[in-house]
């Protein structure tokens, strides 16, 4: 079984530039999520989706940062303008419907200079 | 506020012998519980879990325990091996079965030295 894919793997822009990441979860798994890992901190839940509908982005910056999983398969992310403290990991997780145990990509370590 | 802390950032142990890792909680609606294990350069891998109905699960060297008026839990890593060394991460659920997110705490560092 394939696991959930993500790229790239590393990503450094300048701030204020734009930058997308890309996921494609676990065939079957209707649930999505996107993590922000700062170094030293443990993943914070960014945006999660059913299928193609968001279920929970109560902690996604909005005003820079936005998401979305068209056919509710493959999913990006994507942050404009960037800032130095988005500077983290952004990983993705997916799951079989109603469970809980996330199985994570390798993710995305994203530097802004 | 952190809902999940794990208090110690690293631990090291000898090999062959028993690995602790401790975390806490303060949101009683948590009621499922899961350890991760995260290696350099790649995503966090699922270990263990347990449910808030239950006082201890094991799984061959792995062993959670969870004491809900303590709101504690623990991961026991018997015989330790340094292949076991990783960020061992907490995380906390709202409900076992309904994909709900989870909560993670800050990860503990764990080395087991030859």
């Known amino acids: 079984e394939a696991g959930v894919a993500q790229s790239p793997r590393y990503k450094i822009i300048e701030k204020r530039q734009s930058v997308a990441f890309w996921c494609n979860p676990i065939s079957g798994h209707a649930t999505l999520y996107w993590y922000q890992q700062i170094l030293g901190q443990g993943p914070k839940l960014l945006i999660q989706f059913q299928n193609n509908g968001v279920v929970d982005d109560s902690q996604l910056p909005k005003d820079r940062f936005s998401a979305e999983r068209l056919k509710g398969v493959d999913s990006t992310l994507k942050i404009q303008p960037a800032k130095l403290e988005d500077s983290a990991v952004y990983l993705c997780?997916?799951?079989?419907?109603?469970?809980?145990?996330?199985?994570f990509g390798q993710g995305t370590r994203l530097t802004v200079v | 506020d952190q809902q999940v802390k794990q208090n110690s950032p690293s631990l090291s142990v000898q090999e062959g012998r028993i690995s602790i890792l401790n975390c806490d909680y303060t949101?009683?609606?948590?009621?499922?519980f899961l350890w991760y294990k995260k290696y350099p350069a790649e995503g966090p891998t699922f270990l263990i879990s347990?449910?808030?109905?239950?006082d201890k699960n094991e799984d061959g060297r792995f062993t959670v325990f969870l004491n809900k008026s303590a709101k504690h839990l623990s991961l026991h890593i018997v015989p330790s091996q340094p292949g076991d060394s990783a960020v061992y991460f907490c995380a906390a659920s709202v409900s076992e079965n309904a994909g709900n997110m989870l909560t993670f705490g800050g990860g503990t560092r764990l080395m087991v030295k030859p």
């Open positions: 347990i449910s808030s109905i239950k």
């Open positions: 949101n009683s609606m948590f009621d499922y």
């Open positions: 997780a997916s799951t079989l419907f109603g469970n809980t145990e996330a199985f």
